[in-house]
C-alpha cells in the first residue's frame, strides 16, 4: 500500500504502489500479478514433488507425470538425439527432412500428398494445418456433438515456455504476416520502420537460422551458401502462403461477427460432407476439382469403428463464415505448386516442433522472441517442464497437491458464499432495467447455473484417475515423443467419444490459478489453486467477499454478458430476451465502451480498446457490486464481523474495496501494456478504475466527492448489473 495516494484519486496507487517494489517484474515476463505469482508456488510445490521418486501405492498416472518430468529435465539426452525425433515424425507426416525446394526449386510438380499430411499432424498433435477440424458441442443443444469443418484454428497445446507470452507472440506473428508484403525480396531487402517490420525481420532471421542447422544435421554436403536464393525462396514461399492463410482467417472472423452479431444463429450451417464439398468448389473447374473434404473426412476417422460416420447421410457442422474460409483456402490450395504446400507444412511442422529438440534451437527461439518482446530471461528449465505436465496431465499432477479435508471444510463456506452472491445478482434483476419476461428466464438461468469448486472427487480414486488416462504411455527418455503421445491421446480420445452424450465438464484442472466461465454449459470452474492467499483464506469475509467473492461473482455475471446473454439456462445459443430487453441492455453496454475507450496509456500513447474488452468490464462492474451485497447477506445471516487488528480506523465495507483494490495490483512492461491492447481485460489499474469510478458503494465508503477522480458523475456513470 501507498497511504499517502488518495483513494478517491488514485485507488491503484493507494492499494499497490509498492507492488513493483515488493514483487518485481519477472526477467522472462512482460507482466506480473497476483495470478502468475501464486500459480509460481502451486508450479514450485508441484515440482518438489514430480522430482520424488515413483512410489508403488501412487496411481499409475502420477508415475507417469514423473517420468514425463524426469524426461524433461534430462537436456543432456535430449541434446544428444539432436533432430532425430522431429525428422522421425516428419517422416511420419510424409514430409522430406528438408523441402525438396532446396534441393530443386525450379520442378513444377512432385508427388505430395497434402491431404494425408494434414490428417496424420492432426491425428498426432491436435494441430490444424489448412483445414480447421474440430469435435464442437451443438450450439443449439449442447447434449449433442458434432464434427466442425472450417477455418484452423490457431490455438496449441503443445507445452511452450510462458503460454501467456506465446499467445501474444502469436498474435503479433499473425499480425506481420498479413501485414507482409508479397514479395520475392529477401530480408536483406525488407526496410525497417515499424515495429512490425522488426518482428518480420527477427522472424525470418530465426527461420533462416533454424533451416541453415538443419541443413547441417540432414545434408552436410549441401551448399548453404552457395544456394542462399533457394532458402530464400522457401522462406519467401512460406510467408506468403501463411500471409494468405492469416488474412482468409481475419475475413472469416469478421465475418462471423458481421452475420451473427445479434447472436440468431444465422451462420450456423448444418451439412452433409458431400454438400459442403460443392459448395467450397463453386469458384473452381471439374477439371481441377477433387473430393478434398470427403478424403479428408475419410482419412481423419480412419481406424475409429465407434464414430461410424456415413459420409453421405452425416451432418457435419460448420458455418457461413467457415465456408468463406474453405473456398478461399481450397481455391488457394488448387492455385499452389505442390512443391510450394510441402514447404510451407515442412516449416509449419519444424516451428512447432523445433523447441523440443536441442538448447541450441531453443536458444535461437529465445533470441527472436526477445526481439519482439524485450523479454531477457528465460524460466528455469525446471519450472518449464512442471509447467509443461501441469497443461499435459492436469488431473494426474492435481492429486499431488489437492487435500482431502478440502470438501468437508473450504467447499462447504466457499459455496455459501456463492449461494449469497446469487442472491444479490437475483436481487438486482429483481430490480433492472429488464422486462418481466426475460427477467424470469434471467432467474431461472441464475438458479441453474452450475459451479465447479476445487477439483473432481475422482481424482482422488487411484481406479478412476488411472482410467481417465488408460492407454497412455510415456517413458522417461524421450520427451519429444512423450509430448506427441499424450496431444495423440487427448485428440483421438475426444475424436472417438463424439457420439456420446456430453457431460458437465471441468473448465480447468485443479492446479491453475484462475476462474472460468463456460457458456455451453451454464457453468462456472473454481480451481483449488486459487482458494489460497491472497484470493481466499484471509481471515475476514469483507476481505474474502472483497477477492474471491468478486472472482466469483465475475464468473456468474459473464453468463449475462454481451456473450453470454446469446446462451439460455441450458447453455444452448437462444434468442431469449425480448428485443425491448435488447435494446436496452444495447444502449447500457454503449456507456460502458465509451467509458473505456477514454483511457489512455500514456506509457505507449494510445487508448483502451472499449469494444474489444466489453465482456471483461461488464463481469467487473457487475460482479464487485453482486459481492458486495453478497458480503451484506453474509453479515445479515452471520452478524457483523471483529476489526482486523492494525486496520480497527477501516470499516468492513472499505476493507473489502481494499481487498478488492489488492487483488489487481500487477506490474507492467511497456510491451506488456502494448500486448494489454490486444487483450479482452484491461490492465488492472484501468479495472479498478473503471469499476470504482461507477461504484456508489465504494464512494461511500471512502466518501468521494464528485469531481474526484474516482467518482464519475450519476449521468456519466456505466451501470447494467
Not at 569 to 588: A, C, M, P, V
Amino acid at each position: 500500500m501507498d497511504t499517502t495516494a488518495n483513494p478517491c484519486e488514485d485507488f491503484f496507487q493507494y492499494m499497490c504502489g509498492n507492488f513493483e517494489q515488493e514483487h518485481p517484474l519477472p526477467d522472462s515476463s512482460t507482466s506480473h500479478d497476483w495470478f502468475t505469482e501464486k500459480q509460481q508456488t502451486v508450479l514450485r510445490d508441484l515440482r518438489k514433488k514430480l522430482q520424488q521418486k515413483q512410489k508403488e501405492e501412487e496411481p499409475y498416472p502420477v508415475s507417469q507425470a514423473k517420468m514425463f518430468y524426469k524426461s524433461c529435465v534430462d537436456t543432456i539426452s535430449i541434446d544428444k538425439l539432436e533432430f532425430q525425433a522431429l525428422f522421425r515424425y516428419l517422416k511420419l507426416f510424409n514430409i522430406p527432412k528438408l523441402p525438396t525446394l532446396l534441393s530443386d526449386p525450379d520442378v513444377d510438380n512432385i508427388n505430395f500428398d497434402w491431404i494425408k499430411s494434414i490428417v496424420k499432424i492432426k491425428r498426432s498433435l491436435g494441430a490444424d494445418k489448412l483445414i480447421g477440424f474440430e469435435v464442437f458441442n451443438d450450439p443449439r443443444n449442447r447434449s449433442v456433438n458434432y464434427l466442425a469443418i472450417g477455418s484452423p484454428s490457431q490455438e496449441s497445446d503443445l507445452p511452450l515456455v510462458d503460454d501467456a507470452l506465446s499467445k501474444k507472440i502469436k498474435r503479433m506473428k499473425r499480425k506481420f504476416h498479413i501485414n507482409a508484403r508479397v514479395t520475392d525480396e529477401t530480408d536483406d531487402d525488407i526496410s525497417i520502420d515499424d515495429e512490425e517490420d522488426i518482428a518480420l525481420m527477427a522472424y525470418n532471421i530465426y527461420m533462416k537460422e533454424v533451416i541453415h542447422e538443419l541443413i547441417r544435421k540432414a545434408a552436410p554436403t549441401y551448399d548453404i551458401d552457395g544456394n542462399a536464393n533457394r532458402i530464400s525462396k522457401l522462406i519467401q514461399v512460406t510467408v506468403n502462403i501463411s500471409k494468405n492463410i492469416y488474412t482468409f482467417i481475419d475475413m472469416a472472423e469478421n465475418a462471423s461477427k458481421t452475420e451473427d452479431r445479434d447472436g440468431n444463429l444465422s451462420d450456423l450451417v448444418y451439412i452433409k460432407v458431400k454438400d459442403l464439398q460443392k459448395q467450397v468448389h463453386e469458384d473452381i473447374s471439374e477439371e481441377q476439382s477433387s473430393p478434398i473434404l470427403e478424403r479428408y473426412m475419410s482419412l481423419m476417422l480412419t481406424g475409429l469403428p465407434e464414430a461410424h460416420f456415413d459420409m453421405e447421410e452425416d451432418i457435419v457442422l460448420t458455418s457461413n463464415a467457415d465456408i468463406l474460409y474453405l473456398k478461399n483456402a481450397i481455391k488457394l490450395i488448387y492455385e499452389t505448386k505442390a512443391i510450394h504446400l510441402e514447404a510451407f507444412l515442412w516449416w509449419s511442422i519444424v516451428e512447432e516442433l523445433i523447441l523440443y529438440t536441442t538448447s541450441s534451437m531453443r536458444q535461437l527461439y529465445h533470441d527472436y522472441t526477445k526481439t519482439v518482446t524485450g523479454v531477457e530471461g528465460i524460466p528455469s528449465r525446471s519450472s518449464y517442464c512442471t509447467t509443461s505436465i501441469n497443461k499435459l496431465m492436469g488431473y494426474a499432477v492435481s492429486y499431488l497437491i489437492v487435500e482431502k479435508n478440502f470438501m468437508i471444510e473450504t467447499r462447504p463456506k466457499v459455496e455459501n458464499m456463492l449461494s449469497n452472491i446469487q442472491s444479490s445478482f437475483n436481487n438486482i434483476i429483481h430490480h433492472s432495467w429488464m422486462d418481466w419476461e426475460t427477467k424470469e428466464k434471467s432467474l431461472r438461468k441464475s438458479k441453474k447455473m452450475r459451479s465447479l469448486i476445487g477439483f473432481p472427487e475422482w481424482i482422488l480414486n487411484k481406479t478412476e484417475l488411472e482410467r481417465h488416462y488408460k492407454g497412455i504411455k510415456i517413458k522417461s527418455d524421450t520427451w519429444m515423443e512423450n509430448i506427441i503421445e499424450l496431444l495423440s491421446w487427448q485428440f483421438m480420445d475426444k475424436l472417438s467419444r463424439f457420439r456420446m452424450k456430453n457431460e458437465l465438464e471441468w473448465a480447468s484442472s485443479p492446479s491453475n490459478v484462475n476462474a472460468f466461465h463456460t457458456f455451453q454449459s451454464n457453468a462456472i470452474t473454481i480451481p483449488f489453486a486459487i482458494l489460497q492467499f491472497p484470493f481466499y483464506q484471509l481471515g475476514l469475509e469483507a476481505l474474502n467477499y472483497g477477492s474471491i467473492g468478486t472472482v466469483l461473482a465475475h464468473e456468474l455475471t459473464h453468463g449475462f454478458d454481451d456473450i453470454g446473454r446469446h446462451f439460455d439456462e441450458d447453455g444452448n445459443k437462444n434468442f431469449w430476451w425480448t428485443n425491448t430487453t435488447i435494446q436496452k441492455f444495447l444502449n447500457r453496454t454503449e456507456c460502458f465502451k465509451k467509458q473505456y475507450s477514454e483511457y489512455y496509456l500514456p506509457e505507449i500513447g494510445d487508448y483502451i480498446n472499449g469494444e474489444n474488452t466489453l465482456g471483461e468490464n461488464i463481469a467487473d462492474n457487475g460482479g464487485l457490486r453482486e459481492a458486495f451485497y453478497g458480503y451484506n447477506y453474509h453479515v445479515k445471516t452471520n452478524g457483523m464481523e471483529k476489526k482486523l487488528p492494525g486496520f480497527e480506523s477501516f470499516s468492513h465495507e472499505q476493507l473489502f474495496f481494499m481487498s478488492y483494490g489488492n487483488l489487481w495490483c500487477e506490474t507492467m512492461s511497456l510491451q506488456g501494456l502494448k500486448f494489454s491492447l490486444e487483450d479482452t481485460h484491461c490492465p488492472g489499474r484501468i479495472r479498478l478504475l473503471g469499476v470504482l469510478s461507477n461504484a456508489r458503494e465504494f464512494h461511500n465508503a471512502f466518501n468521494c466527492h464528485i469531481g474526484q477522480k474516482y467518482h464519475r458523475t450519476d449521468d456519466k456513470k456505466c451501470i447494467l448489473w
